[in-house]
Structure formats: C-alpha cells, structure tokens
C-alpha cells in the first residue's frame, strides 16, 4: 500500500514537472517571438524611410544611380528575409549600403544642408537607435531561452518537445566590429 502511494506521488511529481517545464519553455518562446517582433516593426520603420532618403538624394546626386540602386536592392532583401538569420545577414548590407549613401551625401554640400534630407537623417538615427535597444532585448531573451535549452534537466525537455536554440541577431561583418578611425588631417 505503502508503495503504492509513493509511486502515485513520484508519477504526479514527474508530471508536473513536465507541465511546469513545457509551460516555461513555451513563456520564453512567446518573450522570444514577441521580442523578434518588435525589433521587427522598427525595422520595417526603417524599411519606409529609406525610399524617401534614397528619393531626397536621387534629386541631388542624379548620376550616382548605381549606389542608390544598391541600397534599394539591401532594402528591398532586407524587408523580405524570412527568417532571423536571413534578415540578419541582409540587416548587414543594409547597414553597409546606406553607411555608402551617407558618405556619397558628404559630396553634395546642398544636399547635406537640404532640411527634407538633415529631417530624414535624424528620423533614420533615432530609428536606428530603437533598433539597437531592439536588437539588444532581443538577444536577451534569446540568450535566456537558449541556457534553458542546454541546461541539465530541462534539456531533456527541450529534446523532448522539440525545443531548439534560437540565433542572436548579431553584427555580420567584421568591418562593423573594428574601431572607427578617426584622421583630423586636412
């Protein structure tokens, strides 16, 4: 009788640890996905600014087609990435694509001194600011679910129901992650 008990307790036990095990791999999937998609709507932020900046600066500098053409191109990946690591690796030529355009504004001294282009710039570095405090969220809870994955007991769990590791949205080159260098050589 004895053990009867003691094998029902152990059995309740077990499955309660499941369910709370399952329930909180489920509530950092959704912190997961819910921080993916916010990041995402400021990027899609983003993504509606960059016509109009690429427009302002098409009106000054109508001859450097080819490096308006590519930031459009960046864009347009960027904006239709499927998952997180492809919209990552676009994020990065998009980034790397408009670092190019800003420096060819820096060959038009109207179009630095235009109040549409100075408004659209401003627009476009707060956005990137929000990305970044995003972006920055993001890879916490991801880091956060990701121990969870790998870590003794819930492992097993993981396996189980079929959680998987979500990637960080990280920085994808490395020219990105050197120091900027700064020359005050005339």
């Given at each position: 009788m004895n053990i009867m008990i003691i094998i029902i307790v152990a059995i309740a036990l077990l499955v309660l640890w499941l369910i709370g095990g399952y329930n909180g791999f489920i509530r950092r999937k959704n912190l997961v996905e819910e921080a993916y998609a916010?990041?995402?709507?400021?990027?899609?932020?983003?993504?509606?600014?960059?016509?109009?900046?690429?427009?302002?600066?098409?009106?000054?500098?109508?001859?450097?087609?080819?490096?308006?053409?590519?930031?459009?191109?960046?864009?347009?990946?960027?904006?239709?990435?499927a998952t997180p690591a492809e919209k990552a690796a676009n994020e990065t030529v998009m980034e790397s694509a408009l670092g190019r355009l800003f420096a060819l504004a820096e060959n038009y001294p109207d179009l630095k001194a235009s109040a549409q282009f100075l408004d659209l710039q401003g627009q476009l570095s707060a956005i990137e600011g929000e990305i970044a405090e995003a972006r920055k969220y993001y890879n916490a809870v991801v880091k956060i679910f990701n121990t969870r994955v790998e870590m003794f007991p819930a492992s097993i769990l993981a396996a189980i129901f079929g959680f998987k590791r979500y990637d960080m949205f990280e920085v994808g080159s490395v020219e990105e992650r050197e120091n900027v260098k700064v020359s005050f050589d005339a």
């Open positions: 916010t990041m995402d709507v400021y990027l899609k932020k983003r993504y509606d600014l960059i016509p109009n900046l690429v427009n302002t600066v098409k009106g000054y500098a109508k001859h450097e087609k080819e490096t308006l053409e590519k930031v459009v191109m960046a864009r347009n990946a960027a904006a239709n990435a």
